[in-house]
């Protein structure tokens, strides 16, 4: 064999692994499910993706922000961050519990009984459909008991990681950070989260400050349904919306900087354990 041949040999081996790694590592045309054909979705995962995030929401008044708050919250974090943790995203289930709010107009509570099997058979589904990490982006506190009952049950009998997030929780001290207080339900944290992304649906105009009350304390002391107001104070005196541009889009990036951060920390984490791998 010549020099020529071999060189252009090399050369052609070169370009047809290139070409491989750029097929490999060519983003999805989409990362949302429901906008995947089943042949996508099939060659994509488990070969190339293995986590799933899956908003969980409801439906239910929150102050002067839209009552899809807590559905619209993690869908829009998902949407941000899914490329960051590689990652699809499953459909959000906008509805939850919330019994003790579903006296206020349009609101809509799924009782218990309905609404932890259902949980349980997405995130199932989900796991029989080749994922391993399954994250659950969860966007409202009542629903919290029964994802974490239903990521238990799903991780220990399909053999894959699940994790539920309450990003409000988790973001507790950018809170303090970014507003000099602590939060509240439809408090500065939860406007200003959703005032990053859909600011013609906040309604400062209609607000009041006293529309707010602080929650029970010490916890536990009382007990009001339907709950007195909407928006819930985790502390007396603090929490209040702020409606400031700012400090929502500051607030919108760090919190989805954390969740994206813990995300791939846990992976990074279970991988190094090696559990249900
Ligand atoms: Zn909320």
């Known amino acids: 064999?010549?020099?020529?041949?071999?060189?252009?040999?090399?050369i052609l081996i070169a370009a047809a692994l290139a070409a491989g790694a750029a097929?490999?590592?060519?983003?999805?045309?989409?990362?949302?499910?429901?906008?995947?054909?089943?042949?996508?979705?099939?060659?994509?995962?488990?070969?190339?993706?293995?986590?799933?995030?899956?908003?969980?929401g409801s439906l239910e008044p929150h102050g002067v922000i839209p009552n899809?708050?807590?559905?619209?919250?993690p869908e829009a974090m998902a949407r941000d961050i899914a490329a960051r943790v590689d990652a699809l995203i499953a459909p959000t289930l906008?509805?939850?519990?919330?019994?003790?709010?579903?006296?206020?107009?349009?609101?809509?509570?799924?009782?218990?009984?309905?609404?932890?099997?259902?949980?349980?058979?997405?995130?199932?589904?989900?796991?029989a459909n080749g994922f391993k990490n399954i994250i659950v982006l969860n966007g409202h506190g009542g629903n919290t008991a029964a994802l974490n009952g239903a990521a238990t049950k799903v991780a220990n009998a399909r053999r894959v990681r699940v994790l539920v997030i309450n990003w409000w929780t988790l973001a507790?001290?950018?809170?303090?950070?970014?507003?000099?207080?602590?939060?509240?339900?439809?408090?500065?944290n939860e406007t200003a989260y959703v005032q990053a992304f859909l600011p013609e649906f906040i309604h400062p105009e209609r607000y009041k400050p006293e529309m707010a009350t602080p929650n029970p304390a010490?916890?536990?002391?009382?007990?009001?349904?339907?709950?007195?107001?909407?928006?819930?104070?985790?502390?007396?005196?603090?929490?209040?919306?702020?409606?400031?541009?700012?400090q929502?889009?500051?607030y919108f990036r760090k919190v989805n900087d954390r969740v994206a951060e813990l995300i791939l920390d846990t992976?990074?984490?279970?991988?190094?354990?090696?559990?249900?791998?």
Not at 111 to 122: I, K, N, Q
Not at 172 to 188: L, P, S, W
Not at 220 to 239: H, N, R
Request: glycine fraction near 8%.
């Open 1 to 10: 064999m010549t020099k020529a041949p071999r060189t252009l040999t090399a």
């Open 23 to 56: 097929a490999q590592t060519k983003p999805p045309a989409t990362r949302e499910m429901v906008l995947l054909c089943w042949q996508e979705f099939g060659e994509l995962v488990p070969a190339r993706i293995a986590t799933v995030l899956v908003p969980f």
């Open 68 to 73: 899809g708050t807590d559905s619209l919250a």
């Open 94 to 127: 906008n509805y939850g519990m919330t019994e003790a709010m579903k006296a206020f107009p349009g609101a809509v509570s799924i009782p218990s009984d309905a609404y932890a099997p259902f949980a349980e058979s997405v995130l199932d589904n989900l796991a």
């Open 172 to 188: 507790d001290d950018i809170t303090k950070a970014v507003f000099k207080q602590n939060g509240g339900h439809a408090g500065n």
């Open 218 to 246: 010490p916890s536990g002391a009382y007990y009001a349904v339907p709950v007195q107001s909407t928006i819930l104070l985790y502390e007396k005196g603090q929490g209040y919306p702020t409606f400031d541009a700012g």
């Open 248 to 250: 929502a889009k500051e």
């Open 267 to 277: 992976v990074k984490k279970w991988d190094l354990a090696g559990v249900y791998k």
